[in-house]
């Protein structure tokens, strides 16, 4: 168990609906990464906040939005979802900012759009 | 763009085995290589990590080797176990402004006992 809890575990919806997915890093991780596998694509970086800012970006769509609370929980925000956003999401969680840091992951939100 | 190449993209060895996967980079500013370990219904965890300034890597029964002046760098598992069939992922990292992983698409290993 890496400490990252990810809620909920699956989705199903359909296409043009909208879906949260939530993330609760490490205790005392300031640092949260969400990340989208799919089989194609392999695992691709979606977005990276820490202590409550955005702090790196990668392949995120701009249909897809997250934020980092106060009580450094995030929130994936997915929107207009179309049938290739059908995934597993990862958030992982590491002290600092930096790559360098181990990062842990949690057990990840599989995402099915119908 | 794929800025980390990994393969093979599946590997099946005999117990006892010593696997290897590769994976190269383009991006010079890289300056962190880790591995992680995936196993089904799981999320990756990290195995094992090296920094550009050596050139070998081991803990336990895995070992990073890095060419810098390729651009390569390989895990190897040494007497492999059923246990370590997973998903294996290269990944390149690197500081500035723009703090993130880049991750090979992975490699399925199975171990055969």
């Known amino acids: 168990d890496s400490g990252v809890t990810q809620t909920p575990k699956h989705l199903i919806t359909a296409t043009g609906q909208r879906v949260t997915l939530r993330c609760s890093p490490r205790?005392?991780?300031?640092?949260v990464y969400w990340y989208q596998q799919s089989l194609d694509q392999g695992l691709q970086f979606l977005i990276q906040y820490y202590n409550g800012e955005e702090r790196a970006k990668g392949n995120i769509l701009e249909r897809f939005s997250a934020q980092q609370f106060p009580d450094l929980h995030s929130e994936l925000n997915l929107s207009s979802l179309e049938l290739g956003d059908s995934a597993l999401y990862f958030c992982?969680?590491?002290?600092?900012?930096?790559?360098?840091?181990?990062?842990?992951f949690g057990p990840g939100t599989r995402l099915t759009v119908l | 763009q794929q800025q980390v190449k990994q393969s093979p993209q599946s590997l099946i060895v005999q117990k006892g085995g010593i696997p290897i996967i590769n994976c190269a980079y383009e991006n010079t500013a890289f300056d962190y290589f880790p591995w992680y370990q995936q196993f089904p219904g799981k999320g990756p965890a990290l195995l094992i990590a090296?920094?550009?300034?050596?050139s070998e890597k081991k803990e336990g029964r895995f070992t990073i080797s890095f060419n810098k002046s390729a651009k390569q760098f390989s895990l190897h598992i040494m007497d492999s176990q059923p246990g370590d069939s997973a998903t294996y992922f290269c990944a390149a990292g690197s500081g500035g402004s723009n703090y993130k992983l880049t991750f090979g698409k992975g490699t399925l290993l199975t171990v055969n006992p």
């Open positions: 205790s005392g991780d300031l640092s």
């Open positions: 992982a969680s590491s002290l600092y900012q930096v790559p360098h840091n181990e990062q842990f």
């Open positions: 090296i920094r550009p300034d050596v």
